[in-house]
């Protein structure tokens, strides 16, 4: 089992920047990729930015050059990083890991509101 816990979201003014967090606990040996992923309200659940456990990166077209992704293996966690937030990221952001065994593990959410 793999537990999740995001931090860091909050209100912020457009332009503005906010740091999301992920600590995992647990079995984290069998985590190899994680992501972050945003819902906004009758919206689909997007994928916004990946990484893999040698560091490979992909994001989201829409937030590509002003987020960046990152993980601290020594800490457990993952970050994001969010610059030049815009009304439209206004979601709830998740945090998924990918377990060598098929299993995918699930934050529980983190609101981020980007509003003046």
């Known amino acids: 089992q793999v537990q999740l816990v995001e931090s860091g979201g909050g209100l912020v003014q457009p332009g503005g920047s906010l740091r999301l967090s992920c600590a995992a606990s647990g079995t984290i040996f069998s985590i190899y990729a994680m992501g972050w992923y945003r819902q906004a309200p009758g919206k689909q659940r997007e994928l916004v930015a990946h990484?893999?456990?040698?560091?490979?990166?992909n994001y989201a077209d829409s937030v590509q050059g002003r987020f960046t992704i990152s993980r601290d293996n020594a800490k457990n966690t993952m970050y994001l990083q969010m610059n030049s937030l815009k009304p439209e990221d206004t979601a709830v952001y998740y945090c998924?890991?990918?377990?060598?065994?098929?299993?995918?593990?699930w934050g529980q959410g983190t609101q981020v509101t980007v509003s003046s």
């Open positions: 990484i893999t456990a040698f560091g490979s990166t």
């Open positions: 998924k890991a990918d377990s060598r065994t098929g299993v995918e593990y």
